[in-house]
């Protein structure tokens, strides 16, 4: 039985400890928005924050304005129309939301104040 037992744990997925802190809040938006979108929402969500975290890194965090905009600069240089431009926009703006609600630390039962 212990062969099975090691299959099992080499199987698996290790992703969500291996990414960045970036790919980690996207992992956790994505598998909250599983239960309210329809498939292809939730593909369009994973694609286009997929690019967003190639752009700008797995552990750029947080997401700051100027990388953002840089992003948009990006995408419209790479020829991709106004329309589609905009809805990547409105994706990631979905996503920043979601982090703004998300509390400061990663610690569980953390009672972290913001110290501003």
């Known amino acids: 039985m212990t062969p099975k037992l090691q299959l099992i744990k080499s199987a698996r997925d290790n992703s969500y400890y291996e990414a960045g802190l970036l790919r980690r809040r996207i992992q956790e938006f994505l598998q909250i928005k599983k239960r309210a979108c329809r498939p292809a929402t ?3 969500y994973s694609s286009v924050l997929d690019q967003y975290a190639g752009f700008a890194g797995d552990n750029d965090w947080p997401p700051i304005w100027q990388d953002i905009l840089a ?3 990006h995408l419209e240089a790479s020829g991709l129309t106004q329309a589609t431009i905009h809805t990547y926009w409105v994706q990631l703006r979905t996503f920043l939301n979601f982090l ?3 509390p ?3 610690c569980p039962g953390s009672t972290c104040k913001d110290s501003a």
Do not use: I
Request: charged residues 40%.
């Open 42 to 44: 939730l593909k369009t």
């Open 104 to 106: 400061l630390c990663d």
């Open 100 to 102: 703004e609600k998300m």
């Open 71 to 73: 992003w948009l600069d």
